[in-house]
């Protein structure tokens, strides 16, 4: 069995790209994988290293590149750039024969097999995702019911037959191009939107992300859907952790004190960037520097407080 597994990056994501599929196929030894590359260019020094990478992996990969003239209209905002909506293009540019795939984002760790992921019956949905945590009063902004659950684009497992009957890209360009106002959160609003009430919520565990970790969840008055998606399992033991967010929050970050970046550091080293620096650390001659500044303020500290008191 060969388990299909989808990523959309641009030139920026190749690193953190090969980190998510090192712990993909670390965890999960004992499957073949064929991993499809969604991008707008792969003739850079990175993509070379990540087709290296590949090859090692002695894993199937196919890259392929999409125009994206089309989404010129698509709001971006952030951190995030116009590779986020290539999701879109995922049900007309795989092989036709292929009915179900794993989309995963490359801000993500998997810590242990997929196999109970992988076998999820999708049969009669779009999709199935977790909850997007956090976000439970955020349906309304994008007019949809109150009630409506919204999902976590970051990790779907996709039945490509209904996405393709649903024209998932046709109708996602129309709705940028006629209706920008309405995405805040980009592509993931479009697939909300056209799949509201088509998907199925699966449990926390295999999107664990930055919100489940917040204190005041214990009092919160969504808790019991949380605790129906299983959120504890997911805070102390996820399959799959989602590091959301801009910044800090990144893994690749030295600020970052996400309780699992160190996982990201660990399958960094297994890659070809594993000699990279984290953004934001410091220099050795920078730490030395801030030391011994410390120890010089210090010292004219004592200095004062024994002339004061002499």
């Known amino acids: ?125 779009s999709h199935a995702a977790t909850i997007a945590a956090g976000m439970d009063d955020y349906p309304s902004h994008i007019f949809l019911s109150e009630e409506s659950l919204y999902f976590n684009a970051g990790l779907m497992l996709i039945n490509l037959k209904i996405w393709r009957e649903l024209k998932i890209l046709e109708r996602g360009c129309e709705l940028i191009n006629q209706k920008p106002e309405r995405l805040k959160w980009w592509d993931q609003d479009v697939l909300n939107i056209l799949l509201h009430n088509s998907w199925l919520p699966i449990d926390l565990v295999w999107n664990a992300q930055p919100f489940i970790y917040e204190e005041s969840l214990n009092n919160y008055k969504y808790q019991s859907r949380y605790e129906k998606f299983k959120y504890t399992e997911a805070k102390l033991d996820p399959a799959i952790v989602h590091f959301v967010g801009g910044g800090s929050a990144k893994p690749w970050h030295y600020a970052c004190q996400h309780p699992f970046k160190d996982e990201y550091i660990r399958y960094l080293r297994t890659t070809p960037w594993k000699n990279s620096q984290l953004i934001g650390k410091p220099s050795l001659i920078a730490r030395l520097r801030f030391q011994l500044g410390l120890g010089s303020k210090f010292r004219n500290l004592k200095h004062l407080v024994s002339r004061k008191f002499v």
Do not use: G
Request: charged share 20%; with cysteine.
């Open 1 to 125: 069995m060969t388990i299909n597994v989808v990523c959309t990056i641009d030139d920026q994501y190749t690193q953190h790209c090969a980190v998510m599929l090192s712990s993909l196929f670390f965890n999960n030894e004992n499957h073949l994988f064929h991993v499809y590359i969604i991008t707008d260019d792969s003739n850079t020094t990175s993509f070379h290293k990540l087709k290296t990478f590949l090859e090692k992996s002695k894993q199937q990969y196919s890259i392929i590149e999409i125009h994206k003239d089309i989404l010129l209209k698509a709001p971006i905002t952030h951190h995030i750039s116009l590779a986020t909506y290539f999701r879109l293009f995922i049900p007309e540019i795989l092989p036709s024969n292929i009915d179900k795939v794993l989309f995963i984002d490359s801000d993500i760790v998997i810590r242990k097999s997929i196999e109970t992921l992988w076998n999820i019956d999708i049969q009669n949905f």
